[in-house]
C-alpha cells in the first residue's frame, strides 16, 4: 500500500514542480501570441477583408492571402502601399495607415492563414562585417538579377503596362530583404533556395556602398541610364544638325 501512495506523491510533486517552473513563460508567450493574431484578425476584417476577403481567400479585388507570410504583409503596409485606396495597375508607396502594433498583428494573423516567409530579423537583413569582395559580387548578382528593372544604380524604371520598378534608393535593408523574399506586385520572388540570404546580404550592401558615394559633379541626368541619355541626345545632337541645315540652307540661298 505504501508504494502505490509514494508513487502517486511522487507524481503529484513532479506536477506541481513542472506547473510552477515549465509552463509559465511558454503559457504567457502562447497568450501573447493568441491576442496578437485575434488582434490582426479584427483589423484585417476591417482594412482587408473587402478585397481579400473575410479569411484571406482572395477576390476578384484582391489576390488570396494564403501562404504569403508574415512578411509580404510587413512589406506592403509598412510602406503604404496596403490598403490600397482603390483599384489601380501598382500599389504606389504612400503613407501608412497602421503603427508598428498593428501591423505586426496584421501580419502575425496572415501567417496563420498558411505557411509563408516570417519577417527577417535585423541581423538577416543588416549587412556587417562585409569585404570589399563581397560586395562587388553583391554588385554582380544586383546586376545580373535586378537591373533589368530597377536600373544599374537602383534608380528604377519604367515596365510594360503602366507599371514601373521603383527606385531603390532610401529604402531600408529590411524593405529591400522582404521585398527579394516575398515578390511583391509584378517582382519576382528571389527565394532563400534561389538567392541565399548571404546573396541577399551582399546586395544591400552594395547598394548601400552605391547610394552613399559622393556626388563629384557632373550632370546625373537622373542617373536612369540610357533613357534619359538617349533622349538628350536625339533632343541636343538632332537639334544641332536641324541647325546646321537651316543655316546651310540660309546661306545657299543668299549666295544665289
Known amino acids: 500500500m505504501a508504494k502505490p501512495l509514494l508513487l502517486v506523491f511522487a507524481l503529484f510533486v513532479m506536477g506541481g514542480l513542472y506547473a510552477i517552473l515549465a509552463p509559465s513563460d511558454v ?7 493568441s491576442q496578437q493574431v485575434e488582434a490582426g484578425r479584427k483589423l484585417f476584417a476591417v482594412g482587408c477583408s473587402s478585397c481579400h476577403g473575410l ?3 482572395g477576390s476578384s479585388q484582391g489576390p488570396t492571402l494564403v501562404g504569403v507570410g508574415a512578411a509580404a504583409v510587413d512589406f506592403q503596409v509598412s510602406t503604404g502601399r496596403m490598403p490600397l485606396a482603390y483599384p489601380q495597375q501598382q500599389a504606389p508607396q504612400t503613407k501608412v495607415s497602421y503603427n508598428d502594433d498593428e501591423i505586426a498583428a496584421l501580419a502575425a494573423y496572415v501567417q496563420t492563414l498558411g ?15 562585409l569585404t ?20 544599374a544604380e537602383g534608380a528604377g524604371g519604367a515596365l510594360p503596362n503602366g507599371k514601373y520598378a521603383p527606385s531603390l534608393v532610401g529604402v531600408s535593408d529590411k524593405h529591400i530583404y522582404e521585398a527579394m523574399l516575398t515578390g511583391p506586385q509584378q517582382m519576382p520572388v528571389f527565394s532563400d533556395q534561389v538567392v541565399t540570404p548571404k546573396d541577399k546580404q551582399e546586395i544591400i550592401a552594395y547598394l548601400q556602398t552605391l547610394h552613399e558615394r559622393p556626388n563629384n559633379g557632373g550632370l546625373a541626368l537622373g542617373g536612369i541610364g540610357p533613357v534619359s541619355e538617349g533622349l538628350w541626345t536625339w533632343i541636343v545632337g538632332l537639334g544641332v544638325l536641324v541647325a546646321f541645315a537651316v543655316w546651310i540652307a540660309a546661306k545657299g540661298a543668299k549666295a544665289k
Do not use: M, W
Not at 505557411?115 to 562585417?129: H, N, T
Not at 563581397?134 to 536600373?151: I, K, Q, Y
Open 132 to 151: 570589399d569582395e563581397e560586395v562587388a559580387r553583391g554588385g554582380e548578382l544586383f546586376r545580373t538579377n535586378c537591373s533589368a528593372c530597377h536600373n
Open 27 to 33: 503559457s504567457s508567450a502562447d497568450t501573447t501570441k
Open 55 to 57: 479569411n484571406g481567400q
Open 115 to 129: 505557411p509563408g516567409p516570417e519577417i527577417p530579423s535585423a541581423s538577416q537583413y543588416q549587412p556587417s562585417g
